[in-house]
């Protein structure tokens, strides 16, 4: 049976590549892209669109009944550093939605449902490097308790009603297409940009903040390779750690100093250094290598060939 895609969130960094991916596989009217407002003209009218609030049951159900969606890809969230500056709107929302969908899987409404978790479930009391799938997880940001919060609320939703959830830990996304949106690991986003408009950039964070990265690619064929494994080969059901690459803004820089030899950064740490230092540098993925077959594709140096280009 074909699947029918409701993506929540589907205007954010992720959802918008996710969404213009999911699809090229499942076919434009199978999946349907929805936000809180409109996204560019471009992509409202790439397929079909509708105006939703993820933390709204109603708006929710009545999208899935007119569509008959059978899997619920709830990318909508607060992302770290602006969860900082409003704690209590970011944990509405990102707890809110998630048992939004949940509830409504339970209801047999749909049958599937995908939720990000991220790095920032580890805290100063994780271990650093090789941060295992299993290990204390304390986490000193609003994002990373909501996210911890969800991860247990997806296993038990999963044990105790069998409800379908599936979930990856995203280190730092990386990608073109779309601005920074709030996150820590954003710099490594914008430091493209600013190498390609300004030839300088100035880091928030210091030049020995070692923190595990992704490029774009790689973290949507994650997801959707984990959405179309079979049910009994996941093991894992509050999140996936998943890695591709770990390097510092130093690295970055000397990375794209290849490229545009005049290019120069300065450092300039704020409260996103505080941030940075509580989670991992390097993650051991191995579970989600050897249960459903992950491997990435983009290194630093290849993926800053592709940042250059495309930006340029």
Request: glycine share 4%; proline share 4%.
């Amino acid at each position: 049976m074909s699947e029918t895609i409701l993506v929540l969130g589907a205007c954010g960094q992720i959802g918008t590549e996710l969404t213009q991916k999911l699809r090229e596989i499942y076919g434009k009217d199978n999946v349907i892209a929805s936000d809180i407002r409109e996204g560019s003209k471009e992509f409202v009218d790439a397929g079909p669109f509708e105006i939703i609030d993820a933390k709204n049951r109603s708006q929710i159900l009545e999208a899935i009944q007119k569509y008959n969606v059978t899997q619920v890809y709830l990318m909508a969230a607060m992302l770290s550093a602006t969860a900082e500056k409003l704690p209590q709107k970011a944990w509405n929302l990102n707890m809110s939605s998630l048992l939004v969908v949940l509830e409504l899987a339970r209801e047999k409404h749909i049958k599937q449902v995908y939720w990000p978790s991220s790095i920032a479930v580890f805290g100063n009391t994780s271990p650093k490097i090789d941060t295992p799938q299993k290990t204390i997880m304390e986490p000193s940001t609003v994002y990373g308790i909501s996210k911890v919060s969800g991860e247990h609320w997806c296993n038990y939703y999963y044990e105790k009603f069998g409800v379908d959830v599936r979930s990856l830990r995203y280190p730092g996304i990386i990608s073109w297409k779309t601005r920074p949106g709030g996150g820590t690991t954003d710099y490594a986003v914008d430091i493209y940009f600013k190498a390609q408009e300004e030839g300088k950039y100035e880091c928030f964070l210091n030049e020995k903040t070692r923190l595990p990265m992704m490029y774009m690619n790689d973290a949507i064929d994650a997801t959707i390779q984990l959405m179309q494994t079979e049910s009994n080969n996941i093991k894992t059901r509050t999140a996936y750690n998943l890695a591709a690459m770990s390097f510092t803004p130093a690295e970055i820089a000397q990375e794209i100093k290849k490229h545009i030899p005049d290019f120069s950064i300065s450092y300039n740490p704020d409260f996103r250094q505080e941030i940075a230092d509580s989670w991992p540098q390097v993650i051991d993925d191995n579970n989600a290598r050897k249960d459903w077959s992950w491997k990435h594709q983009f290194d630093l140096e290849l993926m800053t060939k592709e940042m250059l280009k495309n930006i340029s």
